[in-house]
């Protein structure tokens, strides 16, 4: 089954070791608040912005999830120190469009995929079956992989903070965009793909269409 | 799009430590049996009350052997047609935590098996899917992926899906639920007004949704989602959320709130989920269907409590009886119909409710097949 897909606006930042414009500050005034923010909380609340998304069902997605708040609980139980709530509230997968949704006062459906390098094409998978109940959903996909002691476990990923959103609606008209020949850009990490290289190919001057195969 | 299909629940297995079948499971909770457990092993200072599989194969082992027991239990052939849909908020974390504790560092650690894609991949490895997909929002994971399954079905995308509900037990979970302050020291007394705190455990719950039905099959006849945009680990107290959840799950089924006979509530035994829960509960029940939440006997297995729980809902469908409150002795919220007692009753349609961490809600609704 082949679904296509109208991207309505795109958005997208990376960096080797840490974004530094996302414009906290700006989009987060209450300082309580933002302190508790994680990278990928920063990051996503940057792009919902860029992308003009204020409220509506998203589809949000990370491999690898919290994985600084993992490794600084992982490192507290290690040297018997107390582990912080703060910490442990913040490693759920969810957490980044968890502080979005209370920020934006989003009360609808907010699901969270982690499928391994095919974590952006199951979010653009699911995106598209959600999107033929006839809504606008933001598509958004995160990974921050800059911890201490990264280098360990990491040889290939040179974008340690990585981040797309593609606001979509379903359309019956003609697919311009496909996704056959999907490169690993700069080497971010695969599992942003399929929506990196879409967010990078569109024209705002033409309709971006993609055919999304189930 | 117009969804047409219905979808049923046509196979089921579970391991938690309320039993290593769906039968036992069943009587454990509807005769009090709880496997909750105090145990000294996580952390030597304090001695939550925690759940730990009935089994002693190993956790990996285990997951193998639920879905080879669909297989064996229902009429398919293999897993070439089946969307697999796992809902997990660990994944393998486990594995990375015994390994990092030993080498005190990240080198030994394969990333395809730390993260939560760790649990299909394991699963890859033994049978043939279609296609996977896994889902981690923290409490509600596998709730949220019997919600995509049902989606998926009704819209007519796949032939069929398995639901993997998993969870195993972690330092991180145990620590960081004690860090949090919420875990008790006894089995858990969710909706009483001296409870005092959860039981984390772990569980495997595995469904297969299909939209030919065999003789007693369960349909899932709709399903609620909502975000409370509330607080981090905090409900509503109102429990605007599971308001909102609950109510869709209905508009989703098209049957009104008088229509449910029975509610599997989240029930956790922390005092902000359940008061939240029971508010919500008699705001939209005013008819005061049965209520209870069988987490004093198999603990909140967390990702997995979603497809534990739809377990539990089927068996109630097809045994036409209702859980008890196992531990309740003095309710909170005196609107709520909580039995004390399991009996046998006439019930057409359950709802099962699954909350979590970031105001994660999902409701889902299943009924007797016609």
């Not at chain 1, 490192?75 to 709530?85: A, D, F, G, R, T």
């Not at chain 2, 293999?78 to 994944?91: E, K, Q, R």
């Not at chain 2, 569980?203 to 975000?227: K, Q, R």
């Not at chain 2, 989920?273 to 919500?280: F, G, L, S």
């Amino acid at each position: 089954m082949r679904i296509n897909l109208e991207i309505l606006e795109s958005a997208y930042v990376y960096h080797h070791r840490e974004i530094e414009e996302l414009n906290t500050k700006e989009l987060v005034p209450n300082m309580m608040t933002r302190r508790r923010l994680t990278r990928a909380a920063k990051i996503a609340i940057y792009l919902a912005d860029k992308v003009s998304f204020l409220n509506g069902r998203i589809i949000y997605g990370s491999s690898f999830g919290e994985l600084s708040a993992t490794a600084n609980i992982l490192n507290s139980i290690n040297s018997k120190e107390s582990i912080s709530p703060t910490h442990f509230q913040n490693s759920v997968y969810n957490t980044a469009v968890s502080y979005l949704s209370m920020l934006s006062n989003n009360k609808n459906e907010i699901l969270t995929i982690s499928s391994g390098d095919n974590t952006s094409l199951n979010i653009l998978k699911s995106g598209a079956i959600k999107a033929l109940d006839g809504d606008t959903l933001l598509l958004l996909a995160i990974e921050t992989l800059n911890i201490d002691k990264i280098e360990e476990v990491n040889s290939c990923i040179d974008a340690l903070e990585c981040g797309v959103a593609l606001k979509v609606r379903f359309t019956e008209k003609e697919a311009i965009i496909n996704y056959d020949n999907i490169k690993n850009l700069d080497n971010t990490p695969k599992s942003l793909s399929h929506m990196l290289n879409i967010a990078k190919n569109i024209h705002m001057d033409k309709p971006n269409i993609i055919e999304v195969i189930l | 799009m117009k969804i047409n299909n219905k979808v049923f629940i046509t196979t089921t297995s579970s391991i938690s430590c309320a039993g290593d079948n769906d039968k036992t499971l069943f009587a454990n909770i509807c005769d009090g049996n709880s496997g909750i457990k105090q145990d000294k092993n996580y952390f030597f200072e304090e001695q939550p009350a925690i759940g730990k599989l009935s089994s002693s194969d190993a956790f990996h082992d285990a997951l193998i052997l639920q879905c080879q027991n669909i297989l064996e239990q229902s009429k398919l052939e293999n897993f070439n047609d089946t969307l697999l849909i796992i809902g997990s908020s660990v994944g393998g974390m486990n594995a990375t935590e015994e390994i990092y504790f030993k080498t005190q560092n990240y080198k030994d650690i394969d990333p395809n098996f730390h993260h939560i894609n760790a649990i299909a991949n394991i699963l890859n490895g033994e049978f043939d899917f279609y296609h996977d997909i896994s889902f981690s929002t923290a409490c509600t994971s596998s709730a949220n992926a019997i919600g995509y399954a049902y989606e998926v079905l009704s819209k007519g995308i796949y032939k069929n899906a398995l639901v993997v509900g998993v969870d195993s037990l972690s330092k991180i979970t145990v620590g960081g639920f004690l860090a949090l302050g919420v875990l008790s020291s006894e089995p858990c007394k969710p909706f009483d007004v001296a409870r005092d705190g959860m039981n984390v455990a772990e569980a495997i719950a595995c469904l297969l949704l299909e939209t030919e039905p065999p003789e007693n099959a369960v349909e899932v006849c709709g399903v609620g989602y909502s975000s409370d945009a509330y607080h981090m680990t905090h409900p509503h107290p109102d429990g605007k959320g599971a308001i909102s959840a609950m109510s869709r799950a209905l508009k989703s089924a098209s049957i009104t709130p008088e229509q449910i006979e029975y509610i599997n509530a989240h029930g956790t035994g922390t005092i902000a989920n359940d008061r939240a829960e029971a508010n919500a509960i008699a705001t939209l029940f005013p008819n005061q269907p049965y209520v209870s939440s069988t987490k004093s006997i198999t603990g909140h297995t967390l990702g997995a409590a979603g497809a534990l729980e739809a377990i539990i809902s089927c068996m109630v469908l097809k045994e036409q009886k209702y859980p008890k409150n196992t531990f309740l002795d003095i309710p909170e919220n005196i609107n709520l119909n909580l039995p004390l007692m399991s009996q046998e009753s006439e019930i057409n349609y359950v709802l099962s409710n699954s909350f979590a961490f970031g105001g994660n809600n999902c409701s889902l609704v299943f009924g007797k097949s016609k």
